[in-house]
């Protein structure tokens, strides 16, 4: 085992320990329902068999609702006529899916443990089977969250989920509010390896150009292609969108050597390249896919732990769409 393998472990030993002082922890179901894990994975081979890009959808639902006053589930909600609006109207939410695959699983788990297993945990479990089945790292995650029982709300979402505009500044600030290092910040970044970019997401930054008539730290010929598959005034630009990387159902590193070379779709990816403090990071991840994917595993678990419900606080609820 190399130094730097050492150094995760160590970070992720001394993490689970405050962890489990939060009411997190690595065996959580290990008499309640031992067996949750394994469900929640069978239960998601025949989704990613029908649907290729379910794995990305799955895994930016994780971190919409886990970037909302942590992970509860509560992005799950469905409006009624006690809850006005559900965070699903937020526009910073638009294009998200798969809300209904957790219910699936939820209901699969109900049946083999019966209100033991949170909404929360089998949204933040199928996240991880989202990367490891897409050939990313395979990610040992503390459980143990509980769902929120408070009607959720568009405008909370719309103030603390990030903007599609946001630079490296705010991208550090977000996750150092997750106890993320800098190291940690970029490799959760990596995400963006799986799925699309919408249009609607990337007209902002075409239409701010430099001083030279272009967009800063975005290669001529990809911020043509841009401009050609994302025109300005299009009235399809909610439907239309690009890939992230070439691999796009893949998880892998391509992500940061795009970045490298200037085929960066969001500002952030632009920015964190030409950033020095962030610069390295980006470079080591474009050579060293194992690194990466140690990094993101570190990153990942900080990130799904920050700020949840647990012990007696929130609710399980039994169906992950409704407020109990």
């Known amino acids: 085992m190399d130094l730097r393998a050492i150094v995760v472990g160590i970070s992720l030993f001394v993490f689970s320990i405050g962890a489990e002082g939060q009411g997190l922890s690595y065996n959580f179901y290990e008499n309640s329902c031992p067996q949750v894990e394994a469900i929640v994975r069978a239960a998601l081979q025949p989704i990613f068999l029908t649907d290729p890009t379910a794995p990305a959808a799955l895994l930016r639902l994780m971190f919409h609702d886990c970037q909302v006053q942590g992970c509860d589930a509560s992005i799950l909600v469905d409006p009624n006529e006690n809850t006005v609006s559900s965070e699903m109207a937020s526009g910073k939410n638009f294009g998200v899916r798969k809300r209904e695959s957790i219910n699936i699983l939820k209901s699969m788990v109900e049946l083999e443990c019966p209100q033991q297993v949170s909404c929360s945990d089998i949204l933040v479990l199928t996240a991880r089977e989202a990367v490891s089945a897409s050939g990313g790292p395979q990610i040992k995650v503390p459980l143990g969250r509980r769902d929120s029982s408070v009607p959720p709300s568009y405008k909370l979402a719309d103030s603390l989920l990030p903007s599609a505009t946001i630079g490296v500044d705010g991208m550090l600030q977000l996750f150092a509010k997750k106890g993320m290092t800098v190291e940690e910040?970029?490799?959760?970044?990596?995400?963006?390896?799986?799925?699309?970019?919408?249009?609607?997401?990337?007209?902002?930054?075409?239409?701010?150009?430099?001083?030279?008539?272009?967009?800063?730290?975005?290669?001529?010929?990809?911020?043509?292609?841009?401009?050609?598959?994302?025109?300005?005034?299009?009235?399809?630009?909610?439907?239309?969108?690009?890939?992230?990387?070439?691999?796009?159902?893949?998880?892998?590193?391509?992500?940061?050597?795009?970045?490298?070379?200037?085929?960066?779709?969001?500002?952030?990816?632009?920015?964190?390249?030409?950033?020095?403090?962030?610069?390295?990071?980006?470079?080591?991840?474009?050579?060293?896919?194992?690194?990466?994917?140690?990094a993101f595993s570190s990153a990942f678990v900080k990130f799904s732990s920050s700020g949840v419900l647990s012990g007696n606080q929130g609710v399980v609820r039994k169906i992950c769409n409704v407020l109990d």
């Open 185 to 294: 910040s970029v490799a959760i970044m990596g995400a963006h390896t799986l799925g699309v970019t919408h249009c609607l997401n990337i007209l902002k930054r075409l239409s701010g150009l430099d001083q030279g008539g272009r967009v800063e730290g975005m290669a001529p010929m990809f911020e043509a292609f841009l401009r050609i598959n994302c025109p300005q005034g299009s009235l399809t630009s909610n439907a239309s969108f690009v890939l992230n990387d070439p691999t796009t159902l893949t998880f892998d590193n391509h992500y940061y050597n795009n970045v490298i070379r200037g085929h960066g779709v969001l500002r952030v990816d632009a920015e964190m390249v030409m950033d020095p403090r962030t610069a390295l990071a980006v470079k080591r991840f474009a050579a060293d896919q194992d690194g990466f994917f140690q």
